[in-house]
């Protein structure tokens, strides 16, 4: 069943309030939900929480065989299927709409944005390289599951780290963490996605961060990934509002300030569950 | 008061039991223990009334299972031939007659669109049907208040949330009265639909009934008085 879209009520108030800058939930329109991240036992494992939103992030690695076409890179994968536990929207088995979207964009911003090394992920050229496979679970659906869902994979990836190997000759030796210590994925830069919403009256402004009533009544939607280098990824736009350049500019140097922030922040909370992960060894 | 879980045996007895929300009698007759026929069928604090008679369970969830005589905030989502399809937030949507209001009669009928809000009572809850709704008190065929919702916003929570709300006793709704005229309509199935003259009114109250919610900030009469006065309202 598809979810019945907001009543009439609900969107008039929307409409109206956002008319005079005021969100419901209390926001200034380019505000975001401060992200808070928990960090699990393993190394790879990340909740991320925008709000009531919540995806978690799991990493692991294991030996394949490379591509024949690719024998010195490794592979990265993602799982990200939105189950019924998100929100009763989603169905389980047939991916909605937004699911697709949501898959492509996390292909674009994690994958193909050449955010991972994959060249360091080759052991043994041809013969071994590392599979790194990123699950997201989506916990709960209150708006953007997109960022959320970028943000914990960008922090678990960042988070993770993989058993040191060892190469003589043709033998692999993978030690184990109490042996050596594990480390870290090479990551050449971290993107992070800002997600703006914008409505069918051309003179609302628009707003970052939707929450899910302001998603379903948004008529476009534009996502921009881009790292603290103000190096931008992925520029997506959804739906049919005209967009001139000075509005898609402004809207960069607002996800510029953003991503400089979500960077520091990120940065901040890794080493603090670094630190906290320390163990003497004597 | 003890806690119990789905499939508990609850030893319920009196001459003449009432079984409230999440407490179901199995009907085998072979049983021999008659104590035993009552289970549980949710996880909650089990209750009972001072006199043994009536038992039942609170608990706390985020999904609606429509009952009988329980007052619920739906959306038309489809006309119907002779009625409306509305959206209550169950597993199924419920039925409302448009003979089921106030005053209707075959050539006067309510004139809904699909997106309009109602405030409904739930007629018939049945586990194998699907839910009716009715917009009238079946005896005195008066509204009491019951009808088609114009305007202001529906504030979505848990389901403790807006049985807590209903309780004549709860803090929430006459401290936000105090402060500023509103009208609100309180749905057991997790909606609350609140109208205030200024837009940053409704919004205060939408956030105070958020943060007070048990399933989010879960604060209590003095944090949301604090709150309230960051508001600005």
């Not at chain 1, 103000?230 to 898609?248: A, M, R, S």
Request: charged share 25%.
């Amino acid at each position: 069943m598809r979810p019945p879209s907001p009543s009439i009520p609900e969107k008039e108030f929307l409409f109206s309030a956002l008319k005079e800058s005021q969100r419901i939930d209390g926001r200034l329109l380019l505000e975001m939900r401060a992200p808070s991240l928990t960090f699990g036992p393993d190394l790879g494992w990340v909740e991320c929480a925008l709000g009531k939103t919540r995806v978690l992030a799991q990493i692991d690695a294991k030996m394949v065989k490379p591509l024949p076409e690719r024998p010195f890179e490794g592979i990265l994968t993602i799982h990200s299927e939105i189950s019924p536990m998100a929100s009763s929207d989603y169905e389980p088995g047939r991916p909605s709409d937004e699911e697709v979207t949501i898959t492509r964009m996390l292909d674009k911003v994690l994958k193909r944005s050449d955010a991972l090394d994959k060249e360091s992920l080759c052991i043994l050229a041809g013969q071994r390289v590392w599979h790194i496979r990123l699950t997201l679970h989506f916990l709960a659906d209150a708006g953007n599951l997109l960022d959320c869902a970028c943000l914990a994979g960008m922090v678990a990836l960042k988070h993770f780290r993989r058993p040191d190997v060892e190469v003589i000759g043709d033998e692999v030796t993978v030690h184990r963490p109490t042996e050596r210590a594990p480390v870290p994925l090479a990551i050449h830069h971290t993107p992070f996605c800002f997600t703006f919403a914008f409505f069918p009256d051309i003179a609302t402004q628009p707003v970052l961060d939707p929450s899910q009533l302001e998603q379903r009544l948004s008529a476009g939607f534009v996502s921009i990934a881009l790292n603290a280098q103000k190096e931008i990824c992925v520029l997506q736009k959804l739906g049919g509002v005209p967009l001139g350049t000075d509005d898609i500019l402004r809207l960069v140097e607002v996800a510029v300030a953003k991503a400089k922030e979500t960077h520091e922040f990120v940065e901040a909370r890794l080493r603090e569950d670094w630190l906290g992960r320390k163990v003497e060894v004597r | 008061m003890s806690t119990v879980f789905p499939g508990d045996h609850i030893h319920a007895q009196h001459v003449n039991l009432k079984l409230g929300p999440g407490l179901l009698q199995t009907s085998s007759v072979n049983s021999q223990n008659a104590s035993s026929s009552v289970i549980a069928t949710r996880a909650g604090a089990l209750n009972h009334s001072a006199n043994n008679s009536k038992w039942w369970i609170e608990s706390n969830s985020r999904r609606y299972v429509p009952a009988t005589q329980e007052l619920v905030i739906g959306s038309i989502i489809q006309k119907v031939g002779e009625g409306f399809r509305v959206d209550i937030g169950a597993a199924h949507p419920a039925s409302l007659d448009s003979l089921a209001f106030e005053g209707a009669t075959k050539r006067n009928k309510p004139n809904l669109k699909v997106g309009c809000l109602v405030y409904a009572r739930v007629s018939l809850a049945h586990k194998d049907m699907e839910p009716e709704l009715e917009c009238f008190d079946a005896q005195t065929r008066k509204s009491e208040g019951f009808g088609e919702l114009r305007g202001g916003f529906v504030v979505r929570c848990s389901l403790k949330m807006c049985r807590d709300l209903l309780d004549p006793k709860h803090f929430l709704l006459p401290l936000l009265g105090g402060r500023f005229p509103l009208e609100a309509a309180v749905g057991v199935n997790g909606r609350v639909w609140v109208s205030a003259k200024e837009f940053k009114q409704t919004i205060a109250i939408a956030r105070c009934i958020e943060a007070a919610d048990p399933d989010g900030g879960g604060l209590d009469a003095g944090e949301i008085k604090i709150f309230l006065n960051t508001l600005d309202v």
